[in-house]
């Protein structure tokens, strides 16, 4: 009896799939509201291969999509929704970029790690607000590296460097 007891308990644990795990903070309209509140539109853009690698050559750091979700305000500011890899799983982030290129703001929509939340900390990605393109964004030097999150830290500051670089490079003329 006690065989099949721990064999029925067993199973589900077993079959059960292991590392789902996501946390989701903000939904894309909160991250928005948070953002650049006020009367946004919708301007995705789709980067040209020339684009692309104007952007990787200026951040070094690759583009995986050519594809960009961004959001425009009447003031030309800009909301971008986009993901970084943490450690094994992608964080989903918001970032805002103002109308001469400084960093607004970033949030953390959907963290998909076991560990490493902290990057989440608002003092921790207050160190971007006002960095831009210029801004070399180097972690242990310009942004602070948070211990047990070290790659989501780095990714993330280097996704954010990406985003600098696609605003100086492709969306500031539009």
């Known amino acids: 009896m006690r065989r099949r007891s721990l064999i029925k308990g067993l199973v589900p ?18 991250a928005r509201a948070i953002l650049l509140p006020g009367s946004v539109k919708h301007s995705p853009v789709t980067l040209t291969k020339e684009q692309k690698k104007a952007i990787e050559s200026a951040s070094d750091v690759r583009v995986r999509s050519l594809e960009i979700d961004a959001w425009k305000s009447s003031d030309g500011s800009w909301l971008i929704f986009d993901n970084v890899l943490g450690k094994h799983e992608f964080i989903d982030i918001a970032f805002a970029i103002n109308s001469r290129g400084q960093a607004k703001g970033v949030e953390i929509l959907t963290y998909r790690e076991t560990y490493g939340g902290e990057v989440r900390n608002p003092k921790w990605r207050a160190q971007f607000h006002g960095k831009t393109s210029a801004d070399r964004l180097k972690l242990d030097k310009d942004i602070q590296n948070i211990s047990g999150a070290t790659l989501s830290s780095s990714h993330i500051t280097a996704g954010v460097k990406r985003l600098l670089h696609t605003w100086d490079l492709v969306l500031k003329n539009l």
Do not use: D, F, K, N
């Not at 077993?14 to 989701?24: D, K, Q, R, S």
């Open 13 to 30: 644990a077993l079959l059960t799939p292991v590392g789902l795990y996501a946390e989701v903070y903000l939904s894309r309209e909160q």
